[in-house]
T-cell receptor, first 110, second 116 residues
Framework: GQSLEQPSEVTAVEGAIVQINCTYQ??????LSWYQQHDGGAPTFLSY????GLEETGRFSSFLSRSDSYGYLLLQELQMKDSASYFC???????????FGRGTSLIVHP | NAGVTQTPKFQVLKTGQSMTLQCAQD?????MSWYRQDPGMGLRLIHY???????DQGEVPNGYNVSRSTTEDFPLRLLSAAPSQTSVYFC???????????????FGSGTRLTVV
């Protein structure tokens, strides 16, 4: 089966940098994705890593280490609007359908 | 483009009733899936489809049926509603061809279902 582990909650102050970690166990790994979900809203796709290394998109970056079965989402210059839940998701096994972690609630304080 | 459209947005059912949650996408995506979201449990896969006429079970399929007669539509049927099916249901879709964003999924706005 597949399993993903991520912290349940992370807090930070506005303007800071925060890293949300994700470790996974799966076979036939294709890639690791990240999604953001605000309270009452739908998940929205942020990033996807299939190869080792860092992918940068504006204030958000995502990292993958396939050998360590580990990735992280890095959020820079935090803003209040970044307060949300963040989910890592692994795609594997031939179906290309992501399996999600339980999510990390990010709370940004002024 | 409307993206992924789910109806209804809210629904209250009595135990034992059946109903269909509708999902439609206008992006010509091959992959579609249904998730349920419960507090602290993340998103759990119910059923998915990789194309018209092809469906398969996910992690929590019991009590649900799906069909995919067209590329656009992927309805989820609750056969006999139970209180344990109280949840928020999300439909999502993705293109088969892997672009620069890999297999990023587009989600509908969700259906909030309460079974009493």
């Amino acid at each position: 089966g597949q399993s993903l582990e991520q912290p349940s909650e992370v807090t930070a102050v506005e303007g800071a940098i925060v890293q949300i970690n994700c470790t996974y166990q799966t076979s036939g790994f294709y890639g690791l994705s990240w999604y953001q979900q605000h309270d009452g809203g739908a998940p929205t796709f942020l990033s996807y890593n299939a190869l080792d290394g860092l992918e940068e998109t504006g204030r958000f970056s995502s990292f993958l280490s396939r050998s360590d079965s580990y990735g992280y989402l890095l959020l820079q210059e935090l803003q209040m609007k970044d307060s949300a839940s963040y989910f890592c998701a692994v795609t594997s096994g031939g179906s290309y359908i992501p399996t999600f972690g339980r999510g990390t609630s990010l709370i940004v304080h002024p | 483009n409307a993206g992924v459209t789910q109806t209804p947005k809210f629904q209250v059912l009595k135990t034992g009733q059946s109903m269909t949650l509708q999902c439609a996408q206008d992006m010509n995506h091959e992959y579609m899936s249904w998730y349920r979201q419960d507090p602290g449990m993340g998103l759990r896969l119910i059923h998915y489809s990789v194309g018209a006429g092809i469906t398969d079970q996910g992690e929590v399929p019991n009590g649900y049926n799906v069909s995919r007669s067209t590329t656009e539509d992927f309805p989820l049927r609750l056969l006999s509603a139970a209180p344990s099916q109280t949840s928020v249901y999300f439909c999502a879709s993705s293109p088969r061809d892997r672009g620069p964003h890999g297999y990023g999924y587009t989600f509908g706005s969700g259906t909030r279902l309460t079974v009493v």
